[in-house]
C-alpha cells in the first residue's frame, strides 16, 4: 500500500516485522510497548498485511499509529547477503530501509540477519561522503555514570586501518554525544596494553591521528585501554575493528550467562541458600535489570544516510521495545545530520592536515 503515516508531528519508526526469531507477533508487541510509553512514536510496519493488519487490531493502542507495506517476502537468518541483494526486492527488509530512504521514515529498526541487512543499508542508504567502512556500534554496561560504554566496530567489518578507526573515534564521539547525552565523550583505542609501543602498526598510526583530531572533533582521548577496560570507566567509547569487537561481545555474552548460570546454581544449593535468595530478592532483581541485554537491545549502523538499528534475533517485546527507542532517541537528536555534518567537517580537517607543512622537528 502507499497510504502515508497520519500522525503529524511523530517521528516515524519503519520496522521490519519478519526478521525475528519469534515472529511477528514479537515484533507488534515490542512495539505497542514502545507505543504505550510514548505518545510521540509513530511506526511503518512491513510484511503480510493481512497477517500484521490481524496482530495490530488486537493492540489498542496502535490505533491510528501505524501504516503498512504489504511484503510477500524474508530474510531468513541463513540467506546470503549477496543473495538477498540480488533478490531480495520483495522482502520486509528491503522494504524497511526503501521507507528510510524515501524520507517517510526517520530511522529503520529490525531483528534480521546481520551481513544481509548491512548489505542492504549500504546498498540502499549509501555511505556518508567520506566513510571508507560503516561500523555497528553498541552500548556495553559500564561502571561509568551513564551506566553503558560504546563499543564499535562489533562486526560490520573484520578490517580496519588507521583511517577507519580515527572515522570509528568520530562517529563514536558523536554517538555517545547525541545517543547519550555525553558534551565531550572520552575515546580509548582497544589494544593489548596501554603502553603506547605495543600493538600492530595500524594501531599505532591510529593512535597518534585520534590524538591529533581530538581537539577539533571536541572528545578527550585517553590512548590505548585494555580488554578489561570495556566495562570500565577510564572510556566512554571503545574503538575497535569488527573482528576483534565481535569475539569480545560474544564472549561477554557468553561469561554474563555462565555467571547467571551459576548465582542460580549456588542459590538452589541448600535451604539456607535459599533462604538467602529470598532475602536478596529485591538487589538480585535490581542486578539483573541493571545487566539485562534488553535493556540496551540494538546495535546502530554508523557511517550510512539514515539510521539503522540491528535488533537481536532473538529478541522479545522487551528487546524490541528497547530497539525502538533508541531509533526514536537517535532521530529525535538529529543525530543522522549531526554525523553527517560531522564526517564532512572531519573530512575537510584530514584534507587541510595533508597540505599543511609539517612544523620544525616533526
Known sequence: MTEQPSQ???????????GGDSGPATVVAGIATSANKNPEIAFILHGPEQTLRKLVAKRRVLQGRVVFRDCPDVVTMEDK???????????????????????????????????????????????????????IAILWPSRNPQGFNVMLDVGADVRADAKDLLQYALMGASYARNGMALE???????????????????????????SDFAERANFDFVGFVEGSDIPGDKADVIVTDGFTGNVAIKTGEG???????????????????????????????????RIDPRRVN?????????????????????????????????????????????????????????????????
Open 81 to 135: 547477503p549477496s543473495q538477498v541483494v540480488r533478490n531480495g526486492k520483495n522482502t520486509s527488509m528491503w522494504s524497511a530501509l526503501e521507507s528510510v530512504r524515501k524520507g517517510e521514515a526517520h530511522g529503520a529498526v529490525s531483528c534480521g540477519n546481520t551481513g544481509a541487512l548491512m548489505a542492504l543499508s549500504m546498498m540502499r542508504l549509501r555511505k556518508l561522503p567520506g566513510v571508507n567502512r560503516p561500523a
Open 298 to 362: 540494538g546495535g546502530v549502523f554508523l557511517g550510512l544516510n539514515g539510521t539503522v538499528v540491528k535488533s537481536h534475533g532473538g529478541a522479545d517485546a522487551t528487546g524490541v521495545s528497547a530497539a525502538v527507542k533508541l531509533a526514536f532517541t537517535l532521530a529525535q537528536s538529529g543525530f543522522a545530520e549531526k554525523l553527517a555534518a560531522r564526517v564532512a567537517s572531519t573530512a575537510e580537517l584530514a584534507q587541510d592536515a595533508a597540505h599543511t607543512p609539517p612544523k620544525a622537528g616533526e
Open 184 to 210: 565531550r565523550p572520552r575515546i580509548g583505542l582497544l589494544n593489548v596494553g596501554t603502553e603506547e609501543h605495543k600493538g600492530r602498526a595500524e594501531l599505532k598510526e591510529a593512535h597518534a591521528m585520534i
Open 255 to 289: 561469561t554474563a550467562s555462565l555467571i547467571g548460570d551459576l548465582l542460580r546454581q549456588a542459590f538452589k544449593y541448600s535451604p539456607l541458600s535459599r533462604l538467602a535468595s529470598i532475602l536478596a530478592i529485591t538487589s538480585l532483581q535490581r542486578l539483573k535489570k
Open 8 to 18: 503529524a508531528g511523530r517521528i516515524t519508526i519503519s520496522v521490519d516485522a519478519m
